[in-house]
């Protein structure tokens, strides 16, 4: 329903590591439906998973469908059968805030990992890639010294190779 923008940092970790959620555009449509009948409904029941990020689910759908509190029921079932629904309807709970707390506390630690070890990563390729050139250059300087040598008869033509190896191996 929401998530962190995938481009850049989605959490501002100089303010308290706050969230920065969007929309992903995939679900754009989708939410704005929701939203729409959400607006004409009398009470919405969010019906996700009992662990963490179920109970995150639930509120992100909340957050984006600008759902008031006393407007949504929560209700959770281990089972697809008619006497857990039921069950699950009549006995509707508030949303878990300890649970949505642990799940963005997840997502934003993760976001920080993800993002810095990403950053690390290509500076690490960038260092790797310019060694690969400055060898890239250091050999080719090595081959023209001894193409040069071999054109001025400064060198027989078996030993240009052992030059060049020599040069490559020093």
Do not use: C
């Not at 934003?108 to 790797?128: D, F, G, P, W, Y």
């Amino acid at each position: 329903v929401r998530d962190l923008p995938k481009n850049d940092m989605g959490i501002d970790i100089e303010h308290n590591f706050t969230p920065r959620y969007i929309i992903p555009m995939k679900a754009k449509t989708r939410v704005s439906e929701l939203k729409k009948l959400a607006l004409k409904a009398e009470e919405v029941i969010l019906a996700t998973d009992e662990d963490r990020e179920g109970e995150a689910i639930a509120w992100h759908l909340s957050e984006a469908l600008k759902i008031k509190a006393d407007k949504a029921d929560r209700i959770v079932f281990h089972e697809i059968t008619k006497a857990a629904i039921d069950h699950a309807v009549n006995n509707p709970r508030d949303l878990d805030y300890g649970l949505v707390d642990a799940a963005e506390t997840r997502r934003k630690l993760s976001e920080s990992i993800e993002r810095r070890t990403r950053q690390a990563e290509q500076e690490i390729a960038q260092a790797e890639a310019n060694a690969v050139k400055d060898v890239r250059s250091a050999v080719a300087e090595i081959a023209v010294a001894a193409a040069a040598s071999l054109a001025a008869g400064q060198v027989k033509a078996g030993k240009a190779g052992d030059l060049l190896a020599d040069s490559i191996a020093a």
